[in-house]
């Protein structure tokens, strides 16, 4: 049997070991990116506060967004309760608490990237150092992943690794595609219009999803093509029609499915239905808007039917319906 406190902490693990490894991507892109546009570009590194989703934080103890405010409260501000060495500490405490269902190897691995986070923290204040120290994170949270998949039995404690994994890359996604497609799209800056290539291709690559769109897209980067790929595409792993299929795999193999079901149906016909191009002249920050909330549903069903144990037993059993507690 699997304790809804277990089960709990094994998806708040996973989502943290991804949202690391999606800071870690975004902090470098964002420096390529700044790298391959003109000096006089009001890109910088505040849409990246943005895309975290915590600006009033950010402000509230930073003047204004420079690379080494932007680098320092993203990856080791311990003001800010999503920075990269919090994420990796929260998920190394949940996946410790929790280790006897885990393969050992996996914890040798994140234990690794504690250490060398914690004690490498100050090289990406340096942008000789910087490149290494991102590369490394996200080397070691596909590590996990790999590890995870390769040997650890596919049960329902790995459906909530996959759920909590891709519901977080589905959430990056939107900020991704809110945040910078956002600015590209209706407003273009006349003096940035020959860079438009380089900044969607940024928006891709900060997905890990450049090479994937050329091989299935098969047209130059363009932007009503990205954001149909990004949000409709079911084969790419950060597509969110792709992560909400995952994740409504993963709900077929668990009891007690029949609210979170119903909130994953809302967010899946959202996207398969709609209309990029109509998004795109109307509002797309009011799409994504509404697409965050349907995912702030589907976490909260998940949170009702197997965290909580209110009305139901506190235990998942395999292959049988979970049955209330009795007097």
Same mark, same amino acid.
């Not at 505040?46 to 690379?67: L, Q």
């Not at 049960?155 to 890359?169: A, C, H, S």
């Given at each position: ?60 103890? %930073? ?19 999503? /920075? ?6 929260? #998920? ?21 990237? @504690? ?20 590369? %490394? !994170?996200?080397?070691?949270? $596909? ?10 039995? $596919?049960?329902?404690? @790995? ?21 910078? #497609? ?27 999803? @450049? ?6 897209? %098969? !047209? ?21 029609? $792709? ?6 795999? /993963? ?11 119903? &909130?994953? !149906?809302? #967010? ?31 976490? #909260? ?21 979970? !049955?209330?507690?009795? &007097?």
């Amino acid at each position: 049997m699997l304790l809804s406190s277990v089960a709990e902490r094994v998806y708040w693990f996973a989502r943290y070991v991804e949202r690391v490894e999606n800071t870690a991507r975004i902090l470098l892109v964002n420096n390529n990116l700044l790298l391959d546009m003109p000096r006089n570009s009001t890109l910088g590194w505040e849409p990246i506060i943005s895309i975290t989703g915590i600006p009033e934080t950010f402000y509230e103890n %930073h003047k204004e967004a420079t690379e080494r405010n932007v680098m320092s409260f993203l990856i080791m501000d311990s003001k800010n309760p999503s /920075c990269m060495l919090n994420s990796i500490t929260h #998920a190394r405490e949940n996946l410790r608490t929790s280790r006897a269902i885990f393969p050992r190897a996996v914890w040798e691995t994140l234990n690794d990237l @504690y250490n060398y986070a914690r004690d490498n923290k100050s090289a990406v204040l340096t942008r000789r150092s910087r490149y290494d120290f991102l590369r %490394h !994170v996200i080397d070691s949270c $596909h590590l996990i992943s790999g590890k995870l998949s390769a040997s650890m039995s $596919h049960d329902q404690i @790995y459906e909530f690794v996959r759920m909590g994994r891709n519901i977080e890359r589905a959430d990056m996604t939107t900020r991704v595609i809110d945040v910078r #497609a956002e600015n590209l799209l209706p407003k273009n800056d006349e003096e940035l219009k020959p860079f438009d290539d380089i900044q969607w291709k940024s928006v891709l690559d900060s997905l890990a999803g @450049y090479q994937m769109y050329r091989r299935y897209v %098969h !047209v130059r980067v363009r932007g009503v093509e990205v954001l149909r790929y990004l949000l409709q595409d079911r084969y790419f792993p950060r597509a969110i029609s $792709h992560c909400l299929n995952q994740v409504e795999l /993963c709900l077929r193999n668990l009891p007690l499915n029949e609210a979170p079901q119903y &909130a994953l !149906v809302k #967010a899946q016909r959202m996207v398969r239905n709609a209309k990029v191009e109509k998004i795109v002249k109307e509002s797309l920050n009011d799409y994504i808007n509404q697409l965050q909330l349907a995912f702030i549903d589907i976490n #909260a069903e998940l949170t009702s039917s197997y965290f909580e144990g209110k009305e139901v037993s506190p235990a998942l059993y395999y292959g049988e319906p979970a !049955v209330k507690e009795t &007097a």
